[in-house]
């Protein structure tokens, strides 16, 4: 059973920086893709950022720049970094696992708010 739990979430002035955690738990081996999508009251989740095995990245046009994500295979947990945020940032952050499966965090929010 695949467990993905986050944190890090939480108030930050416009400008400011977070940084968000996800750990996974479980018999995971291999390659694996990790991620971060977000989603907003009445909007679709969206992709942030997402990260492979082999270290490559890909971001969201609105966060490139500003957002950094990286990852710890020893302990199977991926990491965002977000700088400059900005009010747009406000939203639920989910971590996203695809290995055998696809599998989500439960959330965590982040308000960018002065």
């Known amino acids: 059973q695949v467990q993905l739990v986050e944190s890090g979430g939480g108030l930050v002035q416009p400008g400011g920086s977070l940084r968000l955690s996800c750990a996974a738990s479980?018999?995971?081996?291999?390659?694996?893709?990790m991620g971060w999508y977000r989603q907003n009251h009445g909007k679709q989740r969206e992709l942030v950022a997402v990260?492979?095995?082999?270290?490559?990245?890909d971001y969201a046009d609105s966060v490139k720049g500003r957002f950094t994500i990286s990852r710890d295979d020893a302990k199977i947990t991926v990491y965002l970094q977000m700088n400059s945020l900005k009010p747009e940032d406000t939203a639920v952050y989910y971590c996203?696992?695809?290995?055998?499966?696809?599998?989500w965090g439960q959330g965590t929010q982040v308000t960018v708010s002065s």
């Open positions: 479980g018999s995971i081996f291999g390659s694996y893709v």
């Open positions: 990260i492979t095995s082999g270290g490559h990245t």
């Open positions: 996203n696992l695809r290995w055998a499966d696809i599998y």
